[in-house]
């Protein structure tokens, strides 16, 4: 009988404890289990946030603008002295994977531009030239055989300028944003915007401001 009572006891301590692991290991599993459901909802939150189509325009204009293109999003991105005022869907070149290499590659470049022409009289409302190609598109090309040498350097001295390069070359050229519309990705390599958002990017927008065109 005194067996039996240091038994009992005994016994229900360690179901206790069993209870308890197991309760516990369950609340953990849920807890983690709800921690990372949590961080899926934020980052899938900061990726809409990230592609959110939106304009707010500045209440004092800016002294430096900076434009930033994303191709795999389909995305062009407008800076104001460093903070973001604009994010607009924008077209590429028909062939929308790889950077411009020759004319007639109907692909959109890829690397670092600046404007260099404006055009507010185009068929697409306002054209904004960039310069395209840039020494290392015309190094490139060069490497390829694609220009040669006397070309290549015409291209590295107006880039060195800052002026816009030549654009009748076996390179290609003539590449800039404009209007037209956004429903494909329809042009020869340039970045197509709606009308109404080249008219808004057009107060901000000058010569020499930075271009830069990611993947």
């Not at 709800?34 to 899926?40: A, G, L, M, P, V």
């Not at 293109?69 to 070149?93: A, H, P, Q, T």
């Not at 006397?150 to 003539?174: C, M, S, V």
């Not at 519309?181 to 109404?196: F, H, P, Q, V």
Request: charged share 30%; proline share 4%; hydrophobic share 30%.
């Amino acid at each position: 009988m005194k067996n039996r009572d240091r038994i009992y006891p005994a016994a229900f301590f360690i179901f206790g404890v069993i209870l308890i692991a197991l309760v516990s290991g369950m609340s953990i599993k849920n807890y983690i289990k709800q921690n990372n459901n949590i961080k899926q909802v934020s980052a899938n939150n900061k990726q809409k946030e990230s592609q959110k189509i939106f304009f707010n325009r500045p209440q004092n204009d800016p002294e430096n603008t900076t434009v930033k293109i994303y191709k795999s999003k389909n995305i062009m991105e407008l800076y104001g002295d460093e903070k973001l005022i604009g994010r607009f869907k924008v077209g590429f070149g028909r062939v929308n994977k790889g950077y411009k290499e020759k004319e007639g590659d109907n692909k959109t470049p890829e690397g670092s531009y600046y404007v260099c022409y404006i055009n507010p009289n185009s068929k697409y409302k306002y054209f904004f030239g960039i310069s395209y190609p840039n020494e290392k598109d015309a190094k490139n090309g060069l490497d390829k055989n694609i220009i040669n040498k006397i070309t290549y350097n015409r291209i590295k001295d107006a880039i060195d300028d800052r002026r816009q390069p030549p654009w009748h070359t076996a390179l290609g050229g003539e590449i800039g944003i404009h209007g037209g519309g956004t429903k494909s990705d329809w042009t020869y390599g340039c970045i197509a915007m709606e009308n109404e958002d080249i008219y808004k990017v057009k107060e901000y927008i000058r010569l020499r401001t930075e271009v830069y065109i990611y993947k």
